[in-house]
């Protein structure tokens, strides 16, 4: 079954959203179906960021559809979203300094979901994350603020999976860690994937994006100026050149 | 080596008893962007806040064409003609652009004490000129609170040349922007650099941008220097590509078959 | 003294403890995950005294009385923390999003509201407790009598410190509150509810606070003065022991006990001839060792730097000369201004309020020179005012001085006074800082009220009249200049260089000191220039009362000053002057209209906080926004009109 059969878990229409008085988001329109993987691209300050607030309704002012599972999240507190089983990873970290890794994915623990069919979602202990990212399994009992950058960056992905979620939104995974974290990253982005997650990520950088992903939404100026495949937009240089500047 | 503007020589520094630089030593020429690379928490930050005083150096020195730089404040060191940026820019949100540069401008003619005379009007000129040069005198009167990220970033760069720096230092420059931006920015830095006669020094996670516009690299990994040299050099450094480039799979066009092959179907 | 008495001492130390880190570590514990300050505090110990006479005087009598008593302290302090959980849900979960400075004021506003409660409740008359039944004698310990009762609080701090522990590390919900501590935001994105999590701490905090006044009242009768000198207490042990951290709260309620006990205990020595009375020190002792502790470690004992709070007030529009229209208004205000003394047939009273007004308006406009421009929140601005009050009451009294002469060096006493704090409390930023411009005000106050000799103690100084030639309503109009010249070189402060460095240091003091300003110093040079104006508000109002008493350098004048620079709104130079005039005319109304104004006075207050979350200036820019919202539509209406 590939998954652009799959059924929707994500659709979003008509979504604005503001900063204080700013417009930032212009009727961004986008979906994600089960076993997908989608990247958000474009430039800083295009609203990648801001499109995943505004799903996760982190924002205090957006207007619009947000449908998860059948169910309009649109106007619901974060972490009633967070409960509905949409995991959010943000871009700069903002894990728990003081608290010890265990303690860390303790915070993002949720009861084990199913699907609507009745079969079970994927369920993560804090053993089987161990497994997925080793450094963390030999690290348990330290502190959040004395790990390195790219270590942080493993613990916030994996304290989001303690929540079992059905769709994870990743933002920026790559911005600001060496190339080979990034790497990493890029590796458990892959191994997520085989395992049947589904992922809505944020993403600047290109080569990053097109290992990874399956289709690409291109956001310009908070409006989205493109959707495809990732292979299509591989070979887009004109959309490549107006929108990513690559 | 003579001629140098800035000499770093057995560079130490400890953090209660860990090691956070240790013994790093290198050159910078006037002209030059020297890169400076390495995994997150390899030393680069500590490295830098030392050479701009915001740290003291446990051991070693920095010099600055002859003078040392280690002991002295970061205020001193500025007025010297060490400039810096920030890898998360950072502007007066609350001036307008103009506004920004003129406060550089004033501080580097010593008035901040003055307390009658309207700011407004002082060195607007030489601001506006400092603007031109990055490309920033049209949105010169708005509110710096409302620009694009890698607008700020400008205003920072004409801040920092407000003294007429010899040695700029830049914190992760291109962080946050588009690829297109960043080399904009960094051809912009470039070209100052020629103009001036200036020296950069610039920490970046980029690879992009440090093969494409820096004449010299060099690699912190654990506190210590492991490679120097020209992009080839690095790009080709066996340890290098262990503790921080990979495969290259992220930043480098990987020939097409290989992207196939790993996305699964 | 000999070692029976200092150890009986150290014992009662330990029992002073006890209350004290029960009332601070609950202040923490709200501080560190909500990020309040809860002024309100103080209150709820008082409530926790008050509730628990109550009880037990109704349960705590008769042949249940031992479990009536123990009972009562019990439910008391769960009556306290139900009340805490409402005002958390009914008032604070609206404001959470609000600038620090106005969750404070709410508050405060929740001082006034719950002192005057209790006013209506339990009346004026101190409370005394009954004794705890089993515990109401004492016990023969190195050859004194000590009173029983201090075991017990001996033992209930650590107990209490114990129990919070395990709860904080071993359970799920301590986990969450730590991470909230933290970050709020993002423990909500992780689909925990927060606003579940905020009410359990606020409701335990307040819990703690009341049990703390519960288990005092056997040792203290129950008052209406006690939430203010609580609170003042808490803060300190607080801030001594780090924002946030349990330990410290604990450590630093040990210290400032014993260091208190120990100043009663050695009494009065007589020194190289000096009489030093240490038992009088008691009441700025602690102030010395936050002010000392803060030097040495700014974050306290255990704390660490705060970080900068996500929901900081919105950036500040950049400074724009004022328009014509602006010029005309100012001068029509002062013309006006200017003729109030003429209405004395019609309105006599209107000169006088307005002369309070200038007054008030130069003590705002001073504080909000630091406060919005030098971006240092004062809780003490008060110790400026004091000191140019007195200084002026001591010159022209004591030296002699004529009294232009002394209107002229009385703020510079002031500005001595705050050139000599400002060189510690600069090294701080924040909520610190804060806290120690709060400490030193008390220190001012407390030597005021304690050196008889020159000050008059408690009772102030009287006959303190200008002379013959500047009196009646010549001395309105030199008020009335001296506040307009004040003001108009103020704002030309801020529009020159030094504000634009004031500001570039509060909006980014890194990249302020990477562009050659000296931030700290010149914080400093503004600290001491808010202090001179500070001071010459203080003076002004001297000659125009004829006296003055400890109140000018009280906690609530420098909340007094606060109110009205946050009710004007902080990001507007004319914000205070708005904000004075409103609060005068406001406070000699409600003042006027009934016994209870401080309740009346709070609920204001409150209905202001939660209406106008930008002041009452901000009121037009909120106006502008909804304006520049409205717009656009309007635009597309006419455009598709057009079409």
Same mark, same amino acid.
Do not use: H
């Given at each position: 079954m590939t998954a652009s059969v799959n059924p929707i878990l994500l659709d979003v229409s008509g979504l604005n959203a503001w900063y204080g008085a700013a417009h930032i988001l212009f009727d961004v329109a986008l979906n994600v179906r089960r076993g997908e993987v989608i990247s958000l691209m474009g430039?800083?300050?295009?609203?990648k960021s801001t499109t995943l607030k505004a799903i996760m309704g982190l924002l205090s002012r957006s207007e619009g559809q947000i449908n998860f599972l059948g169910q309009d999240i649109a106007g619901k507190a974060p972490f009633q979203v967070a409960r509905m089983g949409l995991g959010f990873v943000p871009e700069d970290r903002?894990?728990?300094?003081?608290?010890t890794v265990t303690e860390n994915l303790e915070t993002g623990r949720q009861a084990p979901r199913q699907w609507a069919d009745g079969s079970a979602a994927l369920n993560w202990t804090p053993d089987a994350l161990y497994e997925l990212f080793p450094n963390l399994g030999r690290m348990?009992?330290?502190?959040?603020?004395?790990?390195s950058g790219g270590e942080q960056q493993m613990l916030t992905v994996a304290r989001t999976l303690m929540g079992n979620p059905l769709l994870v939104l990743l933002d920026?995974?790559?911005?600001?860690?060496?190339p080979v974290i990034v790497e990493q990253m890029a590796h458990m982005i892959l191994a997520l994937k085989a395992r049947g997650a589904s992922i809505l990520l944020s993403e600047q950088n290109f080569h990053f994006a097109r290992l990874v992903s399956d289709r690409a939404y291109v956001l310009e100026k908070g409006q989205i100026m493109y959707e495809g495949s990732m292979q299509d937009l591989t070979h887009n240089s004109e959309i490549q050149r107006a929108y990513l500047s690559v | 080596m003579s001629g140098a503007l800035l000499e770093v020589r057995d560079l130490y520094m400890a953090f209660g008893g860990v090691?956070?630089?240790?013994g790093i030593t290198f050159d910078l020429h006037p002209g030059e962007l020297l890169a400076l690379i390495g995994p997150n928490g390899a030393g680069k930050s500590t490295t830098f806040n030392m050479v701009n005083g915001q740290l003291r150096a446990s051991g070693g020195s920095v010099r600055l064409a002859e003078q040392?730089?280690?002991?002295?404040?970061p205020r001193a060191i500025w007025r010297l003609g060490v400039g810096r940026t920030f890898q998360i820019a950072a502007t007066f949100?609350?001036?307008?652009v103009v506004e920004n540069v003129q406060m550089a401008v004033m501080s580097h003619q010593q008035q901040?004490?003055?307390?009658?005379?309207?700011?407004?009007?002082?060195y607007r000129d030489e601001a506006l000129m400092l603007l031109k040069q990055v490309g920033m005198d049209a949105q010169a009167?708005?509110?710096?609170?409302?620009?694009a990220y890698g607008d700020i970033k400008r205003v920072e760069l004409a801040m920092a040349l407000a003294n007429n720096p010899r040695l700029l230092l830049m914190d992760?420059?291109?962080?946050?922007?588009a690829p297109r931006e960043r080399n904009e920015l960094m051809a912009l830095t470039k070209r100052l650099v020629v103009e001036r006669g200036m020296a950069v020094l610039f920490t970046e996670h980029s690879m992009d941008v440090v093969f494409a516009h820096a004449d010299r690299i060099i690699v912190l990994a654990r506190g210590k220097l492991i490679a120097e040299g020209e992009a080839d050099e690095i790009r080709s450094h066996p340890k290098v590509k262990e503790v921080y480039?990979?495969?290259g799979l992220t930043f480098e066009h990987p020939p097409e078959p290989a992207v196939a092959a790993r996305i699964p179907a | 003294m000999d070692l029976s008495a200092l150890l009986a001492q150290l014992l009662n130390g330990l029992a002073g403890a006890s209350s004290l880190f029960l009332v601070a570590t609950g202040l923490s514990l709200i501080f560190g995950v909500t990020?309040?300050?809860?002024?309100?505090h103080g209150s709820f110990f008082m409530l926790g005294m008050y509730v628990s006479y109550s009880l037990i005087e109704r349960i705590g009598v008769g042949p249940w009385r031992a479990v009536g008593f123990w009972g009562a302290l019990v439910l008391a302090a769960l009556a306290v923390g139900l009340l805490g959980a409402l005002v958390e849900i009914l008032l604070l979960r609206r404001i959470y999003k609000a600038p620090e400075l106005f969750q404070l004021l709410a508050t405060f506003a929740l001082v006034l509201v719950f002192n005057d409660a209790a006013l209506w409740i339990w009346g004026p008359e101190d409370l005394l407790g009954r004794r705890a039944p089993g515990l109401e004698g004492a016990i023969q310990l190195f050859g004194r009598a000590y009173p029983s009762y201090n075991l017990f609080l001996i033992v209930i701090g650590p107990a209490i410190f114990g129990l919070l522990w395990m709860l904080l590390t071993k359970t799920r919900w301590g986990v969450m509150v730590r991470a909230a501590t933290h970050d709020r935001e993002m423990l909500g994105a992780l689909g925990v509810n927060q606003a579940w999590l905020f009410t359990g701490v606020f409701a335990l905090g307040c819990m703690l606070a009341g049990l703390g006044g519960a288990v005092q009242l056997p040792r203290q009768p129950a008052s209406l003065t006690v939430d203010i000198s609580t609170i003042g207490d808490a803060f300190v042990v607080v801030v001594v022991g780090g924002m946030g951290s349990i330990p410290g709260a604990f450590l630093a309620s040990l210290l400032i006990a014993e260091v208190k006990a120990i100043c009663i205990g050695i009494g009065t020595v007589h020194l190289a001839g000096i009489e030093i009375s240490f038992s009088k020190l008691t009441l700025v002792v602690e102030f010395l060792i936050m002010a000392v502790v803060l030097v040495i470690r700014p974050w306290g004992l255990l704390g660490r730097l705060q970080?900068? @709070?996500?929901?900081?007030?919105p950036v500040e529009a950049p400074l724009k000369p004022g328009s014509n229209w602006f010029r005309m208004t100012v001068i029509g205000v002062f013309l006006l201004m200017a003729m109030l003394?003429?209405?004395?047939?019609?309105?006599?009273?209107a000169a006088v309020l307005g002369q309070d007004i200038l007054v008030a308006a130069l003590f705002a406009v001073s504080l909000h020179f630091m406060m919005g421009p030098g971006g240092m929140h004062s809780f003490g601005h008060s110790a400026y005012y004091g000191l140019g009050s007195y200084g002026a009451a001591i010159l022209v009294k004591?030296?002699?001085?004529?009294m232009p002469l002394a209107m002229l060096v009385a703020p510079l006493v002031a500005g001595l006074g705050a050139l000599l704090f400002g060189w510690f409390c600069v090294r701080l930023s924040g909520v610190y800082l804060a806290m120690l411009t709060l400490a030193f005000s008390q220190i001012v106050w407390s030597v005021v009220f304690q050196w008889d000799a020159v000050t008059?103690? @408690?009772n102030g100084m009287v006959g303190i009249w200008p002379e013959d030639w500047l009196s009646g309503t010549r001395y309105y109009y030199l008020t009335l200049v001296l506040v307009g010249l004040s003001v108009y070189a103020l704002r030309r402060f801020v529009f020159a260089p030094f504000g634009y460095a004031m500001r570039a240091g509060r909006d980014s003091s890194l990249r302020a000191e990477a562009i050659g300003i000296d931030v700290k110093l010149v914080q400093w040079l503004a600290f001491t220039i808010a202090g001179v104006f500070g001071g010459l508000a203080g003076t002004l109002y001297i000659f125009s009362k004829g006296s003055v008493s400890p109140d000018v350098i009280s906690v609530s004048k420098s909340v007094d000053g606060l109110v009205m620079v946050l009710l004007g709104g902080?990001?507007?130079?004319t914000g205070p002057v708005i904000g004075a005039a409103v609060f005068g005319v406001l406070q000699d109304w409600v003042m006027r209209a009934t016994d209870y104004w401080r309740a009346l006075f709070g609920g204001i207050i409150l209905f202001l906080v939660l209406a106008f979350p930008e002041g009452l200036a901000g009121i037009s820019r909120q106006i502008e926004t909804l304006w520049q919202l409205y717009r656009p539509a309007v635009g597309v209406v006419r455009r598709e009109k057009l079409t």
């Open positions: 430039r800083n300050g295009a609203g903002r894990i728990f300094p003081d608290l348990q009992d330290r502190r959040g603020g004395q790990m920026e995974p790559s911005e600001g860690v060496a | 090691c956070a630089v240790d040392e730089l280690v002991g002295m404040k949100a609350s001036f307008t901040i004490f003055s307390l009658w005379r309207p700011a407004a009007n002082r009167d708005r509110a710096c609170s409302e620009l992760e420059p291109t962080a946050g922007m480039f990979g495969n | 990020r309040i300050v809860n002024f309100a970080a900068t @709070s996500r929901n900081s007030a003394p003429m209405l004395d047939q019609s309105l006599p009273y004591l030296a002699f001085m004529p008059g103690g @408690s902080i990001q507007s130079l």
